[in-house]
């Protein structure tokens, strides 16, 4: 399924139904949370900010250009603001070719985070789930980065950028912000969706193995 | 979505769907719990007492005078009696301008009062999603008051309208009940809902930092 | 809703709809548990055994003699048996006025007796939603008793009879069965499904308190 | 329910059925897990790899021989890969005249393996639910075998052979993997999800009961 080609109005509409799965999820409650994913080579579609997700529409999604981050087409809805997370899903986008990125406030990967403690990454061993993230083996011992939150979501910016940059999480289709939650990727939104439940699943496994709750939803 | 106008009917309607909504999450379950809605500035949308709220239709709503709690228009269905809750639903909405109040009958909600031991109040900090609460940052050191249960809910006014009138929790749109549960509101139901979604997650957090089980739905 | 007067249709029909409710709740799991109700005063709608719980249909169900068990109407499907609870289910129904009962395969339930230690009863107290319990306030120190599992399902009859009859448990709606599940009844399928809420809640709520997890569905 | 004949196209469509059910109860996540179903004596319907397991149609499914494993036909899309899972499959069905597979990657019996250690079994007793599994009763001591992970899936092979073999796990219808999941299998499909149901049940519990979160959800 991964590999299916969709229509643009196909996309916007399974970026709406993954959202209202991660919804049901608790991954994106509260408005929290968000989703994007590329319309084309130049152009991202991206989900407004401040709105209750499971409840957002494909005439809800803004156009976003890829590399600079503007909005080419905004909703009919002018009460609707783009994502705050727009300059963060396209440097992800950009940096690593992803299709697809989603943003998830799950209790699950705030926890996980905890477990980092002041260490800049989470280390994930011995499950064979790992197997799900891409290029990955059940051996492996995987590192995801973890930042430090920020008062305003665009000011983690720079620690992405420098987590990007670092050769030690080349593996890693995630970034982990303490006290917040995390970020996921994928080469389309069927990857970004098979790597948010791999990462969960991860966050869950290790929370539990620690002997804390997970609380998934 | 917070700011769409609805029909007198669509209120209605929302108001049921968040009901099963709130019943799917286990926060209103045994015929617990609860929600009004102002219908318009003077009179206030309530659900009956003591039936299974994810089973309550627009026309088992009460019409309810804001002020005096009086009821303006009971349901088609006689059987049926106003939420015990009015007395509280109107103060909350008199006394901070709000438009829409749900009651939670939530384990997380009793098991994150606990954690307040004999404390007037309950910290929450350190925590993104404290965002999701109209005004609060997430540097803040969010205060939610909570209260003593008593034998009947009427019984609960006197300690509510204190904590209402108490500075020190004017940011809170939350009322811990020990033993029992959570007053939520917001301007709007929209905006009650986002607030309900929020306080839940922050209480599940707080239980599972503090190595308890906030017992998920 | 909980006065509603239904059709024998309906009646058979809400039957089945709890089924998969309880089944969504994980209470009916690997076809274990199951639900009887009053057709009339001398007969009960009984679910077969060993199926499916929320594939069970109208058709599907049993109707017995209510004071001797035995069976008035089978099925059109002969491969169904009745219920293994009918003994039970008609003893609870005959001795406490019952329109209902339902039993649990919980492992809520089972925690909850795990807590019960060497006791003869688990006694919940400093909750709220043991108002839902009719007739017990939430003041209560609310006794259930707590019975040893047995080979067969109907060996556990004298234990339940012995438990009716003791007036230290006059209150209780609930009838703990030690590693195994729990037996709950109301005046009908509505007060039935309150109940099995509440006490659920309530076992939920004792194992969190005392450290165990519920593990809700 | 079991014994419900069922067409060779109701078949696939109860397949499917069930792949979308043990997605929504966390068993399938991610792409990981799978199923097969005797399709006739000698033919197997089997679920490709690699594909979000609540996606998957009739028409993705493979057919392959039993004896052999060698694919007999292939789903329309040439995308598509069988399930890695088919000589383990094929295996367990062979050797223990089973109608039907399936492959558990849920977090509890990743937990409920943790648990045993290193044994090369996990005893489970003191629960009713063991009645669920065909001829065990609720007095058993039941051992479900545990094996190692190895990297690929298909060198669990000779592990599951030889747990197969060994009289000392004749009546279990599960082979726990360590870090990895579980196979449970039955005489057809609603067998096959009766087993998945109690084992599921039985892993939450021996976890919860260790005082581990078995990650409900």
């Known amino acids: 399924m991964s590999k299916r080609s969709a229509s643009i109005k196909g996309q916007a509409e399974l970026l709406c139904r993954l959202l209202r799965l991660f919804y049901d999820k608790?991954?994106?409650?509260?408005?929290?949370?968000?989703?994007?994913?590329?319309?084309?080579?130049?152009?991202?579609?991206?989900?407004?900010?401040?709105?209750?997700?499971?409840?957002v529409k494909p005439s809800d999604l803004f156009i976003v250009d890829r590399s600079s981050g503007a909005i080419v087409r905004p909703p009919k809805n002018r009460a609707l603001t783009v994502s705050e997370c727009n300059p963060i899903f396209c440097t992800?986008?950009?940096?690593?070719?992803?299709?697809?990125?989603m943003h998830s406030h799950a209790l699950s990967s705030v926890l996980a985070a905890d477990l980092a403690g002041k260490h800049d990454d989470l280390i994930i061993e011995g499950l064979e789930m790992l197997k799900g993230v891409r290029g990955v083996s059940n051996q492996a011992k995987h590192a995801v980065p973890v930042i430090q939150n920020t008062p305003r979501e665009r000011e983690l910016l720079d620690q992405i950028r420098l987590m990007l940059?670092?050769?030690?999480?080349?593996?890693?289709?995630?970034?982990?912000?303490?006290?917040?939650?995390?970020?996921?990727?994928?080469?389309?939104l069927w990857e970004a969706k098979r790597h948010a439940e791999i990462y969960h699943f991860l966050f869950e496994a290790v929370v539990a193995r620690a002997g804390q709750n997970p609380n998934p939803g």
Chains 1, 2, 3, 4 share one sequence.
């Open 165 to 188: 940059e670092n050769s030690a999480y080349a593996e890693s289709f995630c970034i982990l912000v303490r006290n917040h939650g995390a970020y996921i990727w994928g080469e389309d």
């Open 26 to 55: 608790d991954w994106v409650s509260g408005t929290g949370g968000g989703i994007c994913a590329a319309k084309d080579s130049k152009t991202v579609l991206m989900a407004p900010t401040g709105v209750h997700k499971e409840e």
């Open 92 to 101: 992800i986008m950009n940096r690593r070719g992803a299709g697809s990125v």
